[in-house]
């Protein structure tokens, strides 16, 4: 029995990533941008509402999210959120891109049509395009 080729299977992966890309097609779901900068101590997150609206989550949702992932605590303001530590724009960026991957675009078609629902205690995240279900950890 021959061991199997590293290469072959390195392919065979890529061509796995090329389908789903095509799968999820060219209306693949954009993270929108996020303007943040840092004022003293404490970061703002200037954008955050319509960031919220366009991901279409519940603002508090992600600000729990945001405290929890850096380990400070959040404030709404208005349209902003304060972030009461120092966190550089492209870190927010790559954190809001994993929350944007993980709540918000259905993990069976690629989408961003879902909604989150509660069920008995568990949250579940529902696609409304394609109707798939996924349990959120906490
Ligand atoms: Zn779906």
């Given at each position: 029995m021959s061991l199997?080729?590293?290469?072959e299977?390195?392919?065979?992966?890529?061509?796995?990533?090329?389908?789903?890309?095509?799968?999820r097609?060219s209306d693949?779901f954009?993270v929108p941008e996020?303007?943040?900068?840092?004022e003293?101590s404490?970061?703002?997150?200037?954008?955050?509402?319509s960031f919220?609206?366009?991901?279409?989550?519940d603002?508090?949702?992600?600000?729990?999210?945001?405290?929890?992932?850096f380990?400070?605590?959040?404030?709404?303001?208005?349209d902003r959120?304060i972030?009461?530590?120092r966190?550089?724009?492209?870190?927010?960026q790559n954190?809001?891109?994993l929350?944007v991957?993980?709540f918000v675009?259905?993990?069976?078609?690629?989408?961003p049509?879902?909604?989150?629902v509660?069920?008995e205690g568990?949250?579940?995240?529902?696609?409304?395009?394609?109707g798939?279900?996924r349990p959120l950890?906490k």
């Amino acid at each position: 029995m021959s061991l199997p080729n590293y290469e072959e299977m390195l392919n065979e992966a890529y061509e796995k990533l090329d389908e789903l890309s095509i799968k999820r097609g060219s209306d693949r779901f954009e993270v929108p941008e996020v303007d943040a900068l840092i004022e003293g101590s404490r970061t703002v997150f200037r954008n955050f509402a319509s960031f919220c609206e366009k991901i279409r989550r519940d603002p508090d949702f992600v600000a729990k999210f945001i405290s929890k992932e850096f380990g400070a605590p959040t404030k709404i303001e208005g349209d902003r959120l304060i972030i009461q530590r120092r966190v550089r724009k492209e870190q927010l960026q790559n954190k809001m891109k994993l929350f944007v991957d993980y709540f918000v675009i259905c993990h069976e078609c690629g989408k961003p049509d879902t909604k989150i629902v509660s069920l008995e205690g568990v949250q579940y995240i529902v696609c409304e395009a394609c109707g798939a279900r996924r349990p959120l950890k906490k």
